[in-house]
């Protein structure tokens, strides 16, 4: 059975930091390509940064500010968040795309940034 579960969202004041995790199981972590993406209300998700083949992308907004790392010993997928600001609020999901074209997602950390 595949998951993938999220923890470490929060509420957070601006400049603050919040590391959010994303367990996987069920599928071969290490060669999937894995990303993070933020959903606010009435909007679509939009991608935030992905992961894969040992390399990272990042949406402009986020660059030089969050960090997208892996652990596939632990078959977890992280992402550092610096320098925290209100338009960083949503829902955050980890998504996960196999090698055989299977996509995975999880159930979303609310990550609120307010003061």
């Known amino acids: 059975q595949v998951q993938l579960v999220e923890s470490g969202g929060g509420l957070v004041q601006p400049g603050g930091s919040l590391r959010l995790s994303c367990a996987a199981s069920?599928?071969?972590?290490?060669?999937?390509?894995v990303s993070w993406y933020r959903q606010i209300p009435g909007k679509e998700r939009d991608l935030v940064a992905t992961?894969?083949?040992?390399?990272?992308n990042y949406a402009d907004s986020v660059k030089a500010r969050f960090t997208i790392s892996r652990d596939n010993a632990k078959n977890t997928l992280y992402l550092q968040m610096n320098s925290l600001k209100p338009e960083d609020t949503g829902v955050y999901y980890c998504?996960?795309?196999?090698?055989?074209?299977?996509?995975?997602w999880g159930q979303g950390t609310q990550v609120t940034v307010s003061s």
């Open positions: 998504k996960a795309v196999t090698n055989w074209g299977m996509v995975y």
């Open positions: 069920g599928f071969f972590f290490s060669s999937a390509a």
């Open positions: 992961s894969v083949g040992g390399r990272t």
